[in-house]
């Protein structure tokens, strides 16, 4: 992609960098017992805006990544993992972020996260207003509502996860972003909840993944269309990061100036490569990969 002049970077990432404890569990939900033996725990690398950021740059885009992190062994982990990509640091006083994640044979998941919030926190503007990039995303941070004004005239995108429709927390990104994406996992009428994003704020997409069933796509002015999902390559191993790669893979084809059908085949295609692949923050699919035919 040829650099536009004064751009310094595709995709500029703000916050969400955290550690995943993952541990392989016989079964979700687990019953109680005292004790489970269960193979190796493993700490990687998870939350998704490490997960976006480094989903991106595997497919080649420039990505600045700017976030807060804990003096601590995890955040160690993170710098390790994320030495590759433009990153700015600022340090969180309570800690680094901290997920466990339980995952079943099917590779369904379930996430007990710690955000590790100091209420009143920001991330500097210094670590970010430098950067003059062609696409922002912004993770669901509570510090992350607070750098908007700073991304003026800059394409915004965020990732809603398993919002409701109703909680407050979230409304600040829905109404705020240019594209927003969301899962529908707790959403009763996904279009309801869809078109309310369109009409009281400036989305111009809403992206509502779903799973095995593929996801819908509200364009302002338009109706919203469902797409399938991507045949999965090979045998399911973890879901985790899987929304994520599908945001960057649709990020990939919207900076390449694709239009909505094409960018969700693509980010269908590489949320699909997660479910196959441990750990899928630090495997990546490659732009070779999600562009062959």
């Known amino acids: 992609m040829n650099p536009e002049p004064g751009v310094t970077h595709d995709v500029l990432v703000l916050g969400g960098a955290g550690v995943d404890t993952t541990v392989y569990v016989p079964e979700l939900p687990l019953p109680y017992a005292d004790t489970y033996a269960v193979p190796p725990v493993i700490d990687r690398i998870g939350n998704t805006g490490a997960g976006v950021a480094l989903g991106c740059a595997a497919l080649g885009l420039s990505v600045a990544f700017a976030d807060l992190i804990g003096d601590d062994p995890q955040g160690a982990l993170i710098r390790q993992a994320m030495r590759g990509v433009d990153c700015a640091w600022g340090r969180a006083e309570a800690g680094t972020r901290r997920s466990v994640l339980l995952v079943g044979p099917d590779g369904r998941r379930t996430s007990l996260f710690d955000p590790k919030v100091t209420p009143g926190e920001r991330l500097a503007p210094e670590l970010y207003t430098g950067v003059r990039a062609r696409h922002a995303h912004v993770s669901i941070t509570d510090f992350g509502r607070h750098t908007y004004d700073d991304l003026a005239g800059v394409p915004v995108s965020t990732d809603l996860h398993d919002w409701n429709g109703r909680d407050d927390y979230h409304k600040d990104f829905a109404y705020r972003s240019d594209l927003v994406f969301l899962s529908a996992a707790a959403l009763a009428e996904p279009e309801a909840t869809m078109r ?5 704020g400036r989305a111009e997409t809403v992206v509502c993944t779903r799973g095995a069933d593929g996801c819908l796509v509200l364009t302002r002015g338009g109706t919203a269309r469902a797409f399938p999902a991507a045949p999965l390559p090979g045998p399911v191993a973890d ?25 969700v085949r693509l980010g269908a295609r590489a949320g699909a490569h997660a479910c196959t692949v441990p750990g899928t923050h630090e495997s990546p699919i490659t732009a070779s990969a999600l562009l062959a035919p």
């Open 239 to 263: 879901s985790n990061g899987a929304g994520d790669a599908f945001v960057s893979g649709f990020l990939y084809g919207r900076l390449r100036g694709l239009p909505p059908e094409q960018c």
């Open 196 to 200: 309310d994003i369109v009409e009281r």
